[in-house]
């Protein structure tokens, strides 16, 4: 009785392969159409798509031509395709404007440049483009019941270009490149001026500042020792309470003897 189980099993299996097979080959369209839409709809996106493939040209200037379409950049997302999802879902709005699919696909669209975002570390083309894209869906459809969740994506992707920003002001100045360092968190500041890092990085504004004062010729040292006052007054007015002032404060006071240091000499 095991061994019987497994094989009736491989047979169905060889069956339902057969008779795939035989569908594929066929020139019956009707029942390609309806196969390929009960595949997709069991979740066998891989043998619905070589189906929906060959039916968006049968079916492209046809009554079905919307439903193929539609199924077909379906199946692309089915499949994690998500270029050539994107791709049809935003070709779909534009071949079928009056469909009372096209909000929906509009927002697949969006949601495909989406699921493209790549990990902070990566290149960002992708993550702006998908804020762009559901922003975009926003505008275009005001009212839609999607709108929160467009918004809970497009702040997680900005989180995404936040943490770059943060890791790229890092990483100069773990590298000793304090003023690359220094325009970097700035830069951070401007651009997410709720960041979480603001704290921290408004701290390493001022020790980046000293230290790059500590490193330079003589001639410019004055001028970026003022340059750490500055940034510490900055700092201590918002953050007086801030685990990083006492260091903060040193690095101050070490400005003001050396300034006074200079003007002595």
Sequence with gaps: MKLLIPLLSFILLLSS??????ILKSNDYELKYTTAIKLYDEGDCYRAMPLF???????????????????????????????????????????????????????????????NSPDYNLDPTDTRKAIDDL??????????????????????LRGKLERKSY????????????KSAVIAFNTTIKSYPDTKYREELMYLIVKANYLLAENSVESKKQERYQETIKSYRIFADRYSESTYIKSAENYNKASVKAIEKLNNN
């Design 17 to 22: 392969c057969s008779e795939y097979n035989k």
């Design 53 to 115: 493939d060959e039916l968006m040209t049968y079916y492209r200037m046809t009554e079905k031509g919307e439903d193929v379409y539609y199924y077909y950049a379906k199946t692309q997302y089915c499949l994690k395709d998500y270029y050539m999802a994107s791709y049809y879902f935003k070709r779909f709005t534009k071949n079928f404007p009056y469909s009372a699919r096209k909000e929906e696909c509009a927002y697949m669209s969006a949601l495909c440049t989406k699921q």
């Design 135 to 156: 922003q975009l869906f926003m505008d275009q459809y005001p009212e839609s019941e999607k709108i929160d969740t467009c918004n809970y994506m497009i702040k997680e």
């Design 167 to 178: 890791e790229q002001g890092k990483l100069y100045y773990k590298m000793e490149k304090y």
